[in-house]
């Protein structure tokens, strides 16, 4: 049995960055995570808090300046004659902002998003994310995969969340901020964050997974099909299961399998 605050022996489990952790429930999506080495991201709809990333907290701009520029960009951007007498017509910077504020809602959900957290020694996210400590936790070496992992910050927790303004021109990569804000209930999470310029699969370098911790009250099949997943897909992934409740205080383990 070891404990992951003896960080002294070959099979210690490495925090602090930039190793990261994410949880996973113990069903099929997990297991294809795993044999396939991605990570799937999701849109803004998926996640279970309903103020989180939402974009009904960005305002587009009514700056009369900020407008001008939108306008002036777009018009620039037409190579088209026609297009471009049409919309010079026909368009001018308010109906521009009215209807530049209609995508800002699907914008917001056209981009990915993957949680994950600082240490693994967290009960309620053994609980919640995965079943009641059934499921697994993936333990990464961000530092082994930059371009996946480049982006990856960590979610600041506040009273409220405040409406913000947008101004696409002037400051185009503001709204990103939308996706790092929480409410502070959601502070026991410690959450780390990468955001994806799209949904669904996006494959990791498999040497960025270095193990993966099994939850003290998991199915046998499920710790069975795990440590086979990972025999057959990873070279150096160790596999280890957690014994007993996990706290702030304690997290001990024993390897299942060790290549």
């Not at 490495?14 to 990570?39: A, C, G, K, W």
């Not at 999701?42 to 700056?63: A, C, G, Q, Y």
């Not at 309620?124 to 995965?130: A, F, N, R, T, V």
Request: with cysteine; proline share 8%; charged share 25%.
């Amino acid at each position: 049995m070891y404990s992951i605050f003896n960080q002294d022996h070959p099979f210690a489990i490495q925090m602090r960055p930039p190793f990261v952790f994410r949880f996973r429930p113990p069903n099929e999506n997990t297991l294809s995570e795993l044999r396939e080495n991605y990570i799937w991201f999701s849109d803004r709809d998926s996640l279970n808090d309903e103020l989180d990333s939402n974009p009904e907290f960005v305002k587009l701009s009514t700056n009369p300046a900020e407008l001008e520029l939108l306008y002036n960009t777009v018009a620039k951007s037409i190579l088209d004659p026609k297009t471009k007498n049409y919309f010079d017509e026909n368009m001018n910077a308010e109906r521009l902002q009215e209807f530049a504020a209609t995508k800002i809602k699907p914008f917001v959900s056209s981009f990915g998003i993957a949680c994950f957290t600082m240490y693994p020694m967290n009960e309620k996210l053994w609980d919640i994310y995965s079943e009641n400590s059934k499921g697994a936790c993936l333990h990464f070496d961000s530092s082994d995969d930059p371009p996946f992992f480049h982006n990856i910050l960590p979610v600041s927790y506040v009273s409220k969340i405040k409406e913000r303004e947008y101004n696409p021109i002037s400051q185009p990569d503001h709204i990103v901020d939308l996706f790092y804000r929480k409410t502070e209930e959601w502070s026991y999470e410690k959450e780390l964050r990468l955001l994806k310029d799209r949904t669904g699969r996006i494959s990791f370098k498999p040497s960025a997974l270095l193990n993966v911790l099994i939850g003290y009250d998991a199915e046998p099949d499920f710790i069975e099909t795990i440590v086979a997943t990972i025999k057959e897909s990873y070279d150096n992934v160790k596999v280890f299961q957690v014994l007993g409740p996990v706290s702030i205080g304690k997290l001990s383990y024993k390897p299942l399998y060790i290549p």
